[in-house]
């Protein structure tokens, strides 16, 4: 089994290969995070993702005007309102837009705004189409589809890994990693989406809660790990049994004594009636407040 | 990043030729492990009244293991000595084999794969194809046995926004970097024109970001979007094809970079696909 990342690169900058190709891009190209006011501690980490994976940085300004609840309201009424609405969220903004150019000071692969009057989960999606990696955090309190895109909307819509950040002024070093492991199509997508986070760590844990027959977890955990380490990656399979804890909050032990400060993990659930519904593992991650957790769907 | 390990899926016996050709270019192009599957189904377990003699079923079983034993026979006959790690497995079970497959691909990066040979009955001893993309979270090249044979010349990315073919062209990066030419095409009506452009202008930047070089296309839709494709692919003499796809009801139906087509159930050149 080779195990030597060295090789391929050698491999790729041959004499063959056209000058432009040369460049080998070990990580994500662009880095996508919705910018507002209210959350400077977002729009830190990922600026220190884009400096450290040499990414460029693409902001988004969104907001859209909630419809005025129904009711007896006049025509004259009703464009008092989105006047007065579309004021307020284009000094948001343009106060987004500020904040995002002093964090673009600096940065080695340079910055790109993006502003629409829209709802930010849409905005989002179709700006994520050149990005790599979207930063989001939960926001505090109350989720407004009109002011805020969730975590959990965007991992499901973009087709894009979603890193959520936890409340709070955390910095994320990833030095060490779980990957929770499950024989499904979304943990295969995280498994290849969390790469570059898994490439710089110090070493990364695949971590799969056992079910009746824990031989074939430890089965499919080297094999995940062994398959990570031809990317050059320092991975290790740990198996466990199931316990009285659910598995949400046996990954989240795990990973506590393992020190991971970030997980991740496939998004289980899907869309319904404009709802999300998720399954018990992504919820009791999207729960906790102490981790980062990297959702692919 | 590159590929580092390459998943074929052998269970379709006497279909292998494309497979093998595209597994030994890209294994030695990224030096990468070759992990060889093949999964079998008893026939009569799937298309049975529930009560089918057990005898029967033991006996296919028999027969289907033979089959199986005699792939792996030929792909250790035509591994080359010194080559790079390769490695066997498979299975004779009433697994569905596309969920089989997907499972043992866990660590692959990609999952190479023949295009579906006729017949419904087949089908259900064998791997669904469609099945299989849905399940892999992997990107499923299928190398058809016989017409353009993967040669990592030019690549044409069949573009249209939604999350499969984003998923396909962040999956095929690899793919996309080896190839001397690569086009991104897309089809948009009259009135899209200059949003089209815009779009396919993001993913041109997007893709020079990782040092792909791309030509961009924007063809206006005049109704018959799987036949215009299909020229342009044939124009380009592309030697890849780049798609997201949604599988319906069981191959009958694709849709291929927005266009419904029946490309995959015959395609004459390879088609990467992701789901």
Not at chain 1, 29 to 39: G, K, P
Not at chain 2, 48 to 77: H, P, V
Not at chain 2, 107 to 128: E, H, K, T
Not at chain 2, 245 to 273: H, K, Q
């Amino acid at each position: 089994m080779t195990d030597n990342p060295e090789t391929t690169i050698a491999r790729e900058a041959a004499p063959e290969t056209r000058v432009e190709s040369r460049r080998e891009p070990d990580g994500y190209a662009a880095v996508l995070t919705h910018v507002q006011r209210d959350a400077p501690e977002r729009l830190a980490c990922a600026r220190a993702l884009a400096q450290r994976f040499g990414a460029a940085l693409i902001g988004v300004g969104a907001e859209a005007i909630p419809p005025l609840a129904a009711g007896p309201a006049t025509g004259m009424v009703q464009a008092q309102w989105i006047a007065a609405g579309s004021q307020a969220a284009e000094e948001n903004m343009r106060a987004a837009r500020e904040m995002f150019e002093t964090a673009c000071a600096g940065l080695q692969a340079g910055g790109e705004w993006q502003a629409s009057l829209d709802l930010p989960v849409e905005v989002m999606t179709r700006a994520s189409r050149a990005a790599d990696l979207i930063v989001a955090s939960a926001p505090d309190g109350a989720a407004n589809r009109y002011r805020d895109a969730r975590p959990s909307d965007l991992a499901l819509a973009t087709g894009r890994p979603v890193l959520v950040a936890p409340l709070g002024e955390k910095v994320l070093s990833a030095q060490r990693v779980v990957l929770a492991w499950r024989d499904t199509r979304e943990a295969r997508r995280a498994m290849v989406d969390a790469l570059p986070f898994f490439r710089r760590a110090e070493a990364v844990l695949v971590l799969e809660v056992g079910g009746p027959r824990l031989e074939d977890a430890h089965r499919r955990c080297a094999d995940v790990a062994s398959a990570l380490q031809r990317h050059g990656v320092r991975a290790e399979p740990s198996a466990v049994a199931a316990s009285r804890r659910t598995e949400g909050e046996e990954i989240l032990t795990q990973s506590w004594a393992f020190g991971a400060d970030l997980i991740v993990a496939g998004a289980y659930g899907h869309s319904r009636l404009g709802e999300t519904i998720f399954g018990g593992v992504t919820r009791a991650l999207l729960s906790q407040h102490a981790l980062f957790v990297l959702l692919s769907h | 990043m590159s590929w580092r390990t390459l998943a074929l899926d052998l269970s379709p016996s006497g279909h292998s030729a494309g497979i093998l050709q595209a597994t030994d270019l890209l294994a030695d192009r990224f030096d990468a492990t070759v992990l060889a599957l093949a999964a079998l189904r008893p026939v009569n377990s799937v298309a049975s009244d529930g009560y089918t003699a057990g005898e029967l079923i033991a006996l296919e079983r028999e027969k289907l293991t033979d089959q199986l034993n005699e792939t792996q026979a030929a792909f250790w006959a035509q591994v080359v000595p010194g080559s790079p790690h390769r490695e066997w497995r498979g299975c004779v079970g009433f697994e569905p084999p596309a969920s089989w497959i997907a499972r043992e691909a866990r660590g692959a990066d990609v999952i190479i794969a023949a295009p579906p040979a006729g017949g419904i009955l087949r089908g259900a001893s064998q791997v669904n194809l469609a099945d299989l993309v849905m399940a892999a979270g992997r990107p499923v090249l299928i190398a058809p046995a016989e017409g353009r044979a993967l040669a990592l010349a030019t690549a044409v990315v069949a573009w249209k926004d939604t999350p499969e073919t984003r998923r396909a062209l962040s999956d095929s990066l690899p793919l996309l970097r080896a190839c001397e030419r690569v086009l991104v095409v897309t089809i948009a009506p009259r009135s899209g024109q200059e949003a089209a452009h815009a779009e396919i202008s993001q993913i041109g930047d997007w893709l020079a970001r990782y040092g792909v070089a791309s030509e961009l296309q924007v063809e206006r839709a005049h109704g018959d979007d799987a036949n215009r494709l299909a020229t342009i692919i044939a124009d380009m003499d592309a030697d890849v094809i780049v798609a997201g796809a949604y599988g319906r009801s069981r191959m009958r139906e694709w849709i291929l970079g927005g266009v419904t087509c029946d490309f995959l159930l015959n395609p004459d050149r390879c088609v990467l696909v992701s789901h």
